[in-house]
């Protein structure tokens, strides 16, 4: 009784009993992302199907932070996300189903105005043709309600629309000035797309204007999924029982601590990574 509540609770379909046995053998990957722009911080909640134990916990998620991927066994999962400080039992402010396939990756993101608030599921890509590298866009900037990508100098979304996500593109290996162009503000950055990666491309509201951050999903054929940038982590974020995967992150004055959760992206971090070009 206490499972079914809990499945109810977190707005889990009743007839997900009956696939929730038919992917569970191998392993997936999921990240969480906060990508609404006047949404305030959340708390994010992973919950394998059955279990009403968290498997994984993100505390004061705020708009910008994408997690590393995890790693999970595949089946079926729930993320829920509640105001931050609510209780773990409390109703979340809302809520999603994901079934992970082995050897797929996913991003769960919370994307939308804060009235229109919503929980995507974006199924990633993480291979490439040959001496190719893949890019996406996800366009989270609400001040700019319509943007065009360019690589290059050529454009490869010609309206990304506030809240929307592009489909992948092939494009040529290399080093490319990108920008995020808005009708009151561009935001312009230089990326590495090394053969075989996948990527995707974040715009976002900053506080000088448009920002662009390069997710890699991919790091090259036969890689685990990365997920994140390699600069900005911080602060720490608990894990529920059952967890598989510990993340580590470097944190403070060069100290090497194990965490037992993953890590959220500060935002000053994504700035740098946007002037480096990193």
Known sequence: MLLAASALLLGIPAAATASAASATSGTGWIRLAHLSPNTPPVDVYLYSFGNSSAQIVLHHVAYGTVSPYEAVTAGDYSVAMRATGASPSSQPVLSTSVTVKADHAYTVA???????????????????????????????????????????????????????????????????????????????????????TVHTMVVLDGTNGLEIVNLEDAAGAGQPPVGGVTTGFGGTAGHGPGSPVPWLALIGAGTLIALTGGFRLRRQGLRRQLHTGV
């Open 110 to 196: 919370g994307m939308g105005p804060e009235s229109g608030l919503r929980l995507v599921v974006l199924d990633d890509q993480l291979t490439t043709p040959s001496g190719k590298s893949e890019v996406r866009v996800i366009q989270a900037s609400l001040k700019q309600q319509t943007v065009k990508f360019t690589c290059g100098g050529q454009t490869i979304v010609p309206k990304a629309t506030f809240a929307s996500v592009s489909s992948y593109q092939a494009i040529p290996a290399s080093t490319w000035t990108m920008q995020a162009i808005g009708s009151g503000a561009t935001a312009t950055g230089r990326f590495d797309m090394a053969p075989g």
